[in-house]
């Protein structure tokens, strides 16, 4: 409990406008370092965005704010865009940038985009939640797949 409160007041106190809520079963950091980790079913949530992982590094600047965060293990997650559009999805891994809010996926990805219905499927994926942008790469034996649910003829 005791590692709990404090945990909660350093992560209060890196937040800038939104609440960072983070759960796991196992915490450690080096605050010299700026690297916080947690492991065992990690669950991460700020505003509508929601990772769950394994094991999520976060790393810190001078001024312990969060740099970036490196999620491993039975990733998924929930995203909304800056424009408002919704995505989820799962990957081996993946590194956010929140500076740039941009999320990279990695391995076997999954990404669904709730509102226009597309998915995208690949080894490697860009999200950039600012500009509303994703850009994806495929592996040599596999290509990047994308489906679009089109609307029957009738619904026309």
């Not at 669950?43 to 740099?67: C, R, W, Y």
């Not at 509102?115 to 939640?129: F, N």
Request: aromatic share 10%; charged share 30%; glycine share 6%.
């Amino acid at each position: 409990m005791k590692i709990f409160i404090i945990l909660t007041l350093f992560l209060t106190s890196i937040l800038i406008s939104q609440e960072l809520k983070v759960k796991a079963n196992q915490f450690s950091a080096d605050e010299k370092a700026g690297i916080s980790i947690f492991e065992g079913d990690v669950n991460i949530i700020k505003g509508s965005d929601e990772l769950n992982a394994s094991k999520v590094t976060i790393f810190t600047n001078a001024e312990q704010e969060p740099v970036k965060y490196i999620a491993q293990g039975s990733v998924s997650f929930k995203i909304k865009t800056k424009k408002g559009s919704l995505y989820e999805g799962v990957a081996g891994k993946v590194i956010f940038l929140p500076v740039e809010k941009e999320y990279h996926f990695f391995k076997n990805v999954y990404l669904k985009q709730i509102d226009e219905k597309k998915e995208i499927l690949g080894d490697e994926v860009v999200l950039k939640t600012v500009e509303g942008k994703a850009y994806a790469k495929g592996v040599k034996t596999e290509p990047v797949i994308m489906i679009f649910n089109m609307p029957k003829e009738e619904e026309k």
